[in-house]
Nanobody, 115 residues
Framework: QVTLVESGGGLVQPGGSLRVSCTAS????????TAWYRQAPGKQREFVAS???????TYADFAKGRFTISRANVKNRVDLQMTSLKPEDAAVYSC?????????WGQGTQVTVSS
């Protein structure tokens, strides 16, 4: 069984930067994809970025050039570095871990962009 823990959310001013992290623990497969999604109040959840264990990376159009997804030097941790944040980036950011046998969601972390 795999458990996900997200961390790093918080309050940031417009134009600022923030990093959120997703750490998988338990019986983690050697091959998996970690994806970040976000959901703002009153809106549908939307895809942000994903990275595979083979380092294949995909970004949503709004994330290109501002967000960077990467594998941390910590085992089974994926970071999402967000820069030039805008008020419209405010949302609950959740990670999803997909491997051959299952898809697991984390509990989400709140990102607030406000002055």
């Amino acid at each position: 069984q795999v458990t996900l823990v997200e961390s790093g959310g918080g309050l940031v001013q417009p134009g600022g930067s923030l990093r959120v992290s997703c750490t998988a623990s338990g019986s983690v497969d050697s091959v998996y994809v970690t994806a970040w999604y976000r959901q703002a109040p009153g809106k549908q959840r939307e895809f942000v970025a994903s990275i595979s264990t083979g380092n294949s990376i995909t970004y949503a159009d709004f994330a290109k050039g501002r967000f960077t997804i990467s594998r941390a030097n910590v085992k089974n941790r994926v970071d999402l570095q967000m820069t030039s944040l805008k008020p419209e980036d405010a949302a609950v950011y959740s990670c999803k871990h997909s491997e051959s046998s299952a898809q697991i969601w984390g509990q989400g972390t709140q990102v607030t962009v406000s002055s």
